[in-house]
Every structure is written in structure tokens, then in C-alpha cells.
């Protein structure tokens, strides 16, 4: 499982093992949307620096800072080609071929010039499904199912499993990485943690989960 890949591939495989046996031999996929808006309901306010992390020591965080990206630079943000690269080899398994309409560059640009207001937390997709349906509910009335609440709880039910998974973890000798940190935010209770916080926690426990090489 690849750090960039699916939170829960599990569930996932279930879901494409079911239509290739349908007959089906095409999968279009919604990565890349979340991508076309500038910002969502509640950013504005919590916005962190770019790059920190609580999980980094001052030097690895300058090593960060000074690794260049291997996706290529457009108008299509890293993460559409993270998601590509990553998620994509799983779908091809199952013998579905995955088509990325919203990875687009022309869309991208167009999106890029609209007013600010239409840019912010899917207000034209919004617009655009009241026009189509007929009816203002993901206008007025839909709020996006989150994942955090589900993350947080898994965490805490398997405390336990991911700080053995941590301190066993040859990531530690690592002196760029602060794992006494990650280990101290794990103890901690999970659903207290600032946001920024448990999503570097979060992106920290996916790559010990890659680098782990326990009962392998």
C-alpha cells in the first residue's frame, strides 16, 4: 500500500471486484474535483503555514522544502497526479480502466478564472446540480461526509498496534523524523488533537504503515 494511495482499499476492492464481475471494464472516477476550488468552508480560517509539520525536526523540514517535486508542474496541482500514480495501479488490477475527467488540464485553467466566490468550497458544482436537478439541496442543505471522525476513532482503537508499529519502525533512526513526537501524539487522546495536528499525524502513521516489516 502505497502512502498515497486509498484510506481504505479494502473496501474499495470489494466495490471493483463487483464490476468487473457486472462486466464492466471502465471506472470513471471523481479525483481531481476537489482539486478545481481554491479553498472549503472552514480553511480560511485555519490555514497553517505551507509545509510545517510537527513531525520534522528544523533540518527536516528544510530537506523538505528543498526536494523537488517529480510530478510535473501545470495548471493540474501534484496531488491529481499523486492520486493517478498512486490509486490507479489498484484499479488496474481488477481489470477496470480508470478515466480521470475532472485531471484536465483546459477545465483546471477555466476553473482558475472564475470569480473567487465561485472558487470556494464547490459553489459552482453546487449551482450547476440545482440547475440540472431542479432542486437547491446540495446548494442549501448537503454537507460532504467527512473522514476525519472515522480516522480519529481508528487511531484510538488501534493505539496500541500503530505505536508498536512506531517504535519498531527503522524510520526512527532517522534523525530528520521526530517519532518520539509521533509516539507522544498517539498516546494523546486522538480526538483532541488540533486539526493540523492529527492530519500530519495521519500522513505521518501512512508512511511507517509502508515502511513496516512486521510479520513480513
Known sequence: ???????????FEILFAALRSAGMDTLISGFGGDEL???YEGEEESAQPDG???????????????????YPMSWLQPSCWQSAAA?????????????????????ARFVSCLPYAYRRDRTLLRKALT???GNPVYETDYKKESFGA?????????????????RASPLCAVPQIEHRA????????????????FEGLFRALKVFAFFDTRGT
Open 1 to 11: 500500500m502505497l502512502p498515497d494511495d486509498e484510506n481504505y482499499p479494502e473496501l
Open 37 to 39: 476550488y481554491t479553498v
Open 52 to 70: 510545517a509539520s510537527p513531525f520534522l525536526s528544523e533540518e527536516g523540514l528544510q530537506r523538505a522544502h528543498l526536494l523537488a517535486s517529480d
Open 87 to 107: 490509486r490507479s495501479q489498484r484499479v488496474l488490477r481488477f481489470g477496470l480502466w480508470p478515466v480521470y475527467p475532472y485531471i484536465n488540464t483546459s477545465l
Open 131 to 133: 440547475r440540472a436537478l
Open 150 to 166: 472515522v480516522a480519529r476513532r481508528g487511531i484510538e482503537e488501534n493505539r496500541d498496534y500503530l505505536l508498536g508499529m512506531v
Open 182 to 197: 509521533i509516539a507522544s501524539a498517539l498516546e494523546s487522546p486522538v480526538f483532541g488533537l488540533e486539526k493540523p495536528v
